[in-house]
């Protein structure tokens, strides 16, 4: 009975800690938006060089990784697809199945993890260590609000560079794709190409790239909730950066499925 | 400078009966004290005294249980944001790890206020830097990161960062720990000239005894979250409290010992 009674208690109050985190997410969210409307009128706008430094290194320091995943993923796609549909004899569709995937399902989702394991981690590490720097309390003191100064920037970066990120992806796989069907199919990149644009509606690719949107703001709110809950020194910065990954990796994961089932069906 | 409780001069920051609690433990049990304008105040007291949740109460950066903060004369727990950030420009903080952000250079974080609060162009910010820079004698040093500076310079440089604004009233956290006696003493003297020369109000934060009575107009004694004393250096080193020569003399107190207490101190829980 009394371990029944402890699990339950430790059941309830990880609840109530996800909801408060929930909740103080949904808060940085508005403030975000707060201070991008209201920031020029109290004279405390959100500053664009800031938005600049944030996406350089969320977007265009990982063109490379997004690049080489990208190629990769769209290669895999067209393997196993070309190798499932051979069982139908039906490999000249290949090239549906590729486009359709990479543009709906993993152009976004690579995307989206790899933004989450560089920038989300890093934004987490980068709160953390100025938290117990005392950096933030320094903002506080300074009249400069922490969620403008640092939060808005790297929120507003985010939504900009992970659509950009994964509209590259979206080109890079399909080509990747591209490479694979033509070598193996002995298909033309040009024949490709226009089976591709057959395939794909502009639909298709906004389903991507709003989802990728979505995840933007999940990554950026999962790291700084997560870098905003540091405690306990270098040690506590390095646990709450792990945190910072699996949550945000889960919940593009998971926010990725209800998509499907939403509007896919 | 006129040592005693200065009456007739204006009040800086005002604090009457502030209540703290972390949960359910007090941590400042009803704070009264008054801190004038050009005077420095040092708030003493050892680990746990509950000094360092005073002066994040003096910052805003706490919400009291009860009581109220009045700096420059605005309660600082009842006025708006607005406000607040305008009060805010009118105050400096030096923290006692410096607070430095990592990712600027030592000449863009003391700008830095400047940049957020004003619209001078980048070339006189950039003079009035270093100005600030000139006064704590880290001259030259803007274009280094934080991470190439020695602790002495760190401390130096956050009080140039804390004062550009020409604050009113300046906050030092521990501004001589962990630094050698040369360099604590040459903080200390940049203290006394902030106040000569500026004409600032500065409170102090501090454990370092010396330090104390080298720069205090007055001295704040806190213990488990109670003033002991607020006097001048002398009104301190004379007090006969046994508490107050404890802590002048570093002696640890002998802790008077229940023995019911202590039992269920060591089954509690089992």
């Known amino acids: 009975m009394a371990v029944l009674t402890q699990l339950m208690e430790t059941v309830g109050r990880r609840t109530m800690a996800g909801l408060g985190e929930i909740g103080y997410a949904a808060t940085l969210l508005a403030q975000s938006l707060f201070w991008l409307v209201m920031g020029p009128g109290r004279r405390q706008p959100v500053r664009l060089k800031a938005v600049v430094a944030q996406g350089m290194e969320i977007g265009v320091a990982a063109i490379p990784i ?15 697809g070309i190798h499932t549909l051979r069982i ?17 399902e993993f152009a976004p989702l690579i995307t989206g993890i790899v933004v989450a394991g560089r920038s989300g981690s890093a934004l987490a590490a980068r709160l953390g260590t100025m938290r117990i720097n005392q950096e933030i309390d320094a903002l506080h003191v300074m009249g400069i609000n922490p969620v403008r100064f640092l939060v808005a920037p790297a929120l507003f970066a985010m939504l900009i560079m992970l659509p950009l990120l994964t509209f590259l992806s979206d080109v890079v796989a399909l080509l990747g794709g591209g490479i694979y069907v033509s070598i193996d199919l002995g298909m033309s990149l040009a024949a490709y190409a226009d089976q591709v644009i057959e395939a794909l509606t502009l639909d298709d690719l906004l389903h991507g790239l709003g989802k990728s949107a979505i995840f933007s703001v999940l990554i950026a709110l999962v790291g700084v909730v997560n870098g905003s809950l540091v405690t306990g020194g270098a040690e506590g910065v390095g646990r709450m950066t792990t945190r910072s990954v699996v949550h945000s990796i889960s919940a593009i994961v998971i926010t990725d499925m209800i998509f499907a089932f939403m509007l896919s069906r | 400078m006129n040592n005693a409780a200065p009456a007739s001069r204006k009040p800086m ?59 420059l004369g605005a309660d600082i727990n009842a006025i708006s944001d607005i406000e607040l950030t305008k009060l805010r420009t009118r105050m400096g903080v030096a923290f006692q790890g410096g607070a430095l952000f990592s990712s600027m250079s030592v000449g863009e974080n003391i700008m830095l206020p400047l940049r957020e609060h004003t619209d001078l162009d980048e070339s006189t910010m950039a003079i009035m830097a270093r100005l600030k820079m000139e006064v704590v004698s880290l001259a030259g040093f803007e274009s280094l990161m934080p991470s190439e500076l020695s602790g002495g310079m760190i401390k130096r440089a956050a009080l140039a960062r804390a004062i550009v604004m020409d604050p009113k009233l300046l906050f030092c956290d521990e501004p001589s720990a962990g ?53 001048t250096v002398a009104g301190v080193r004379a007090s006969a409290n046994e508490r107050i020569q404890n802590l002048l003399n570093r002696r640890t107190e002998e802790a008077t010992l229940d023995p019911d207490d202590y039992l269920r101190r060591l089954t509690k829980g089992i």
């Open chain 1, 66 to 80: 997004v690049t080489v995943l990208s190629i990769t993923v769209g290669a895999m796609l067209a393997i196993q």
């Open chain 1, 88 to 104: 139908f004899g039906a490999e000249s569709r290949v090239v549906f199945g590729v486009a359709l995937s990479v543009v709906r």
């Open chain 2, 13 to 71: 920051v005002e604090i009457e009966n502030l209540v703290t609690h972390y949960g359910d433990r007090p941590i400042l049990k009803g704070i009264n004290l008054t801190i004038y304008e050009g005077e420095i105040m040092v708030i003493m007291g050892g680990s746990g005294s509950g000094k360092s949740t005073l002066l994040n109460h003096l910052l805003g950066l706490l919400r009291p249980t009860s009581g109220t903060v009045r700096i």
């Open chain 2, 179 to 231: 630094l050698d006696p040369v360099v604590s003493s040459a903080i200390d003297e940049l203290i006394l000239l902030l106040r000569d020369a500026m004409g600032m109000s500065i409170v102090v934060v501090t454990h370092e005894l010396e330090s104390a009575f080298r720069i205090a107009d007055r001295i704040c004694v806190l213990d488990k979250g109670d003033i002991l004393m607020v006097d």
